[in-house]
């Protein structure tokens, strides 16, 4: 009885929901979830995952999800390239391909001179850390 309750309260229900995670398969959490159009920000929760069920318009109030249109889902979170997907939203609950987020590396820019310790063999050139007094 609660299963046909559940599924009768859920059939008139739209919504676009998903999960986000990293190149080793983790949810990532707290990552921001941007919906347009729609103007809606929301953050993915501990297990990634998101469930957008509305919109909102000029003033900012709450509306429904606009059937029969284009959106584009795009996901942020420090550390980590943007991820963003575009699809067609029809009716009912969609759920969007996992995202995968990759973490943003690092890049050391050429220091333009020869750092090898074998051209500083001088004892006044130290190549690295010294004791007081040395």
């Not at 957008?52 to 550390?79: C, H, M, S």
């Not at 943007?82 to 609950?93: P, Q, V, Y």
């Not at 943003?104 to 006044?124: F, H, R």
């Amino acid at each position: 009885m609660l299963v046909l309750l559940l599924a009768t309260a859920l059939a008139g229900r739209h919504a676009i929901q998903g999960q986000v995670i990293d190149r080793n398969g983790d949810p990532i959490d707290r990552a921001i979830v941007s919906l347009a159009p729609g103007n809606v920000e929301l953050v993915t929760d501990r297990e990634g995952r998101y469930l957008i069920d509305y919109l909102r318009n000029e003033k900012g109030d709450r509306t429904r999800l606009a059937r029969k249109t284009d959106y584009t889902l795009e996901v942020f979170r420090p550390g980590y390239h943007t991820a963003s997907t575009k699809f067609f939203f029809k009716r009912g609950e969609l759920t969007v391909d996992t995202l995968t987020l990759a973490e943003e590396s690092i890049t050391v820019p050429d220091a333009g001179e020869n750092l090898d310790p074998e051209i500083y063999k001088d004892p006044t050139h130290a190549s690295g850390a010294n004791y007081e007094g040395q």
